[in-house]
């Protein structure tokens, strides 16, 4: 049971520590800045911390956890060269690579046992009309394992069927905001809209995915509800196969017969614009990647023409660099508790030595030195606990006005504004020590006869 006379001390400790805090209000403000601003910074760096945290985690989810995403590298050599950059070309005659292609995906698959799904993708910037309304898009040619490499659901309707595939039928499935354009108010499933020079039956749409600007630029992502996905077959026979050779190479060189030949760039060459190849275990993306680079400069008769990425190492980095960052803040923001831990000590000494005679008076009418330290302490955590609440009030209005101004998502959690309000007690209590042993220590004849 607790004992009522203890009770009774605190209460009366607190009501002093209030009078004596509510008579020098602006004292008690100075004092209690560094405690503010402390808890205002650890809140508002957690809440960054957070929003950091749930970015990644979001990021991750778009990009997949165990992908590997293998991008062509155009025919970029300029036309114009030198007689000598001629002469050199000549005679050191660059290796031929068929580009990457649907053969690629299908020895990765074939050959690397790692490997789950391998994901193709043909993009093409294009534009969609549907009653009179036309609108820029990206038309991707894919397989129906894009759809779970990708995350991506299906909302309404379903994917390609097998027979819509090998046949190579003019269905697709949209992104829901290519839906909210072309058919407003209504349902798109069964209808047909017009893709270049294909009209298109669409079978399904896809549910809306939340991606940010910031992670379209990081990670290379589209905006995959503004698409419209197409079988890669159906794109290779209704639109363009860049596999076939066509004669305008010879047309371009026909002004050339009498002078020197000169190399002209085949510019994307490549078949596949994107190959997303998916593992079975995360531990194993490394060691993949390595076998697959392999695998595909032999195909390519050891001309280094693509690159490969594993989304997670990158995402992995970023929240490395983060957290260092969140490190370092969270230091800042200990720092300034611990100077307003500081100011606190500073102003309950000077309080000390103000009130002297007061201690010597409550010392010879019979106050023990614990109620002594208890009064300064009362002092010392009202300041801090008041410090701790306008701390808070401050950071969270801060969360909010960083992720307003500056575009960096905050997450506010109650575990840190409770964290920084507990710290912030424990500063007053910690630092209100010394002084209360200080003012606790004075002998009452001495205190009696200071000025």
Known sequence: MIDKILLEKLKSNFNEAYWFIKTNKVRTFLTALGIIFGVASVITMLAIGNGAEKEILSQLELVGVNNIVVTPLPDLEDETQTDSEEETTNNDSKKFSKGLDLLDALSVTKIIPSVKVVSPEIILDTYVINNGKQNSVKLIGVTPDFFDVSNIQIEKGKIFT??????????????????????????????????????????????????????????????????????????????????????????????????????????????????????????????????????????????????????IQLLQQQQKTKQIFNIVLSIIAGISLLIGGIGIMNIMLASVLERTKEIGIIRAIGATEEDVILQFLSESVLISVGGGIIGIIVGVIGAYVIEMVSGIETVLSLNSILISFFIAVIVGLIFGIFPAKAAANKKPIQALRSE
């Open 162 to 311: 097998n027979y819509q595939i090998n046949n190579a039928l003019p269905v697709c499935v949209i992104g829901k905001k290519v839906e909210k354009k072309l058919f407003t108010g209504e349902s798109a499933l069964g209808k047909h809209i017009k893709v270049k020079d294909v009209w298109l039956q669409v079978v399904g749409v896809i549910e809306e995915k939340l991606i940010s600007d910031k992670a379209q630029e990081d990670l290379g992502i589209r905006d995959l509800n503004q698409d419209i996905y197409i079988p890669i077959k159906t794109f290779l026979v209704r639109y363009r196969d860049r596999k076939i050779i066509t004669d305008n190479l010879d047309a371009r060189n026909s002004d050339n017969q009498n002078g020197p030949k000169k190399r002209i760039a085949r510019g994307n060459y490549h078949q596949l614009d994107k190959l997303t190849i998916q593992v079975h275990n995360s531990n194993e993306l490394k060691a993949t990647a390595e076998v697959l680079s392999k695998l595909l400069k032999r195909r390519h008769n050891d001309v280094l023409d693509f690159e490969i990425a594993i989304p």
